[in-house]
């Protein structure tokens, strides 16, 4: 039986308990009870929060005797207990497969890989170095897999704020952010791909989300190394993924596409010819590519149409379904002109291997992780000392040497196929969570305010939560 300490609280005829770690819904509690008090509650927790009451032991119960009710308790943050789970998980899932945990610096001499602008710092014991707050884990991860170092993995912070249409549409982009990063070498990028999904799926399966049976689509140009398209290329980034259900007839599949194309959107079939859109029968990927303008529409039909279960059908299944996990792959080395960016380099990546496709375009070993149509994951395979040096003459970067001459030399004897897997790991407690913005994942949010997350309130963080296995 557990013990949990806060404030009894009656809320809309649902009672909960107010603890500093967030809102717990309590199940199974007795009447005559106040309103409001100090409680202990004994009882069993059946999810993160949630609690099933066994006894009940109340403090102050007169009005003179009440103590005023903490401010900090009745913000939401109940999804911190779950995120804590999913943290040993990962740490467990790493170690179990060989990877030695490591800690990396967060400041650097150099830290910008797209040329944007930097956090500088200023140390007063430091005088004369030019330091910079990490945007990623990037640098010192290369340096230390040029070094000789196999198989590590560590929680590091990121400070980058990224702004432009992100940032105002999908609430996904922050400030200071926190990254899972595991790194290899000898592997190729497809390898290290699959590793990243079985770590997805298991950290899935820990909040009820059962991926086994969903396939992590993969678009990517025919004929790259390492990599198997499954599915027509797309620019992920700019489309929304819906998979309609096998069980869907194909009238449901008809209506569907109507609607869609009706709003003004534009709906290709990932996997086989186009006529899989409307034929029932089989389960299929669709790419529903919108405007500015048709945007919202489009998303309340496909938000409706997710909701749509066959009789029948196991909910749970239905949720994983429309995860929707996709990957990019083999992105295009120069930007396209079209594309918003705030880098200063004409190339997307100097560090990446580069790759010829079977058109003769260039392209970087790169891959993008796409979950419920936010990135969550990027695995890169590294440059060696020649390509190294080849993208910094791309990329325009004066003296080099001066810059990254620490890393050229290190390159000389670094050892082949480097790969760094990339977690953002407040986006990926947002999907497995279910919440509605990136900010929602952290108690206080990335702006140095000391603020905190959100409005009061019990539900605020079981917003849009998927339902757990054998949940409605």
């Known amino acids: 039986m557990e013990r949990l300490a806060g404030w009894l609280i009656r809320d809309k005829g ?3 308990l107010a603890t500093m770690r967030g809102w717990i819904e309590l199940e199974g509690v007795p009447r005559g009870l106040p309103r409001e008090a100090p409680a202990v509650v004994f009882g069993e927790r059946t999810e993160p929060a949630r609690l099933t009451v066994g006894k009940i032991e109340v403090d102050g119960t007169g009005e003179s005797g009440t103590r005023r009710r903490p401010r900090l308790a009745v913000r939401p943050a109940g999804h911190l207990s779950t995120a804590s789970g999913l943290r040993r998980t990962a740490r467990e899932w790493l170690v179990e497969r060989g990877f030695d945990e490591i800690a990396l610096p967060m400041i650097w001499s150099r830290s910008e890989e797209y040329g944007a602008e930097e956090f500088q710092l200023a140390h007063s014991r430091m005088d004369g170095i030019d330091l910079r707050i990490l945007q990623s884990p990037e640098f010192p991860l290369y340096t230390a897999l040029a070094e000789g170092l196999d198989r590590s993995f560590a929680f590091g912070r ?5 702004g432009g249409d992100g940032a105002a549409s999908s609430e996904h982009y922050l400030m200071e952010f926190e990254q899972l990063v595991f790194a290899t070498t000898f592997e190729g990028l497809g390898d290290c791909m699959a590793q990243v999904e079985d770590l997805i799926r298991t950290l899935a399966k820990a909040v009820g989300v059962d991926l086994d049976d969903v396939d992590f689509l993969v678009s990517a140009p025919e004929g790259m190394p390492d990599v198997t398209a499954t599915g027509r290329a797309v620019e992920l980034e700019r489309v929304a993924l819906f998979t309609v259900p096998s069980t869907w007839p194909a009238a449901a599949r008809r209506v569907l596409v109507d609607r869609l194309e009706e709003a003004g959107a534009s709906v290709i079939a990932l996997e086989g010819d186009e006529d ?3 034929r029932g029968g089989a389960e299929v990927r669709l790419a529903v590519e919108t405007g500015d303008a048709t945007a919202a529409a489009v998303h309340r039909i496909l938000d409706t149409a997710a ?16 995860w929707n996990p996709a990957w990019e792959a083999y992105l295009p080395l ?10 200063a380099y004409p190339v997307r990546s100097i560090t990446s291997r580069r ?4 058109d003769g375009n260039e392209r970087i070993a790169d891959a993008e992780l796409y979950l419920k149509g936010i990135e969550v994951a990027h695995v890169r395979a590294y440059a060696d000392r020649t390509q190294f040096a080849e993208n910094l003459g791309r990329a325009g970067i004066a003296d080099p040497e001066g810059r990254f001459g620490y890393l050229i030399d290190a390159l000389e004897s670094a050892p082949p196929g480097m790969v760094g897997m990339f977690v953002g790991w407040e986006r990926l407690l947002t999907v497995l969570e279910g919440l509605l913005a990136t900010q929602e994942a952290q108690l206080y949010p990335r702006d140095g305010t000391g603020r905190l997350v959100g409005d009061a309130g019990p539900h605020a963080h079981r917003r849009n939560r998927p339902p757990a296995a054998g949940e409605e």
């Open 158 to 162: 990121c400070f980058r704020y990224e």
């Open 307 to 322: 909701s749509y279960v066959m009789p029948g059908n196991d909910i749970s299944a239905a949720v994983a379904l429309q």
């Open 14 to 16: 649902t009672d909960y």
């Open 276 to 278: 899989a859109l409307r």
């Open 355 to 358: 790759a010829t496709d079977p």
């Open 334 to 343: 120069e930007w396209r002109e079209d594309e918003q960016s705030e880098s």
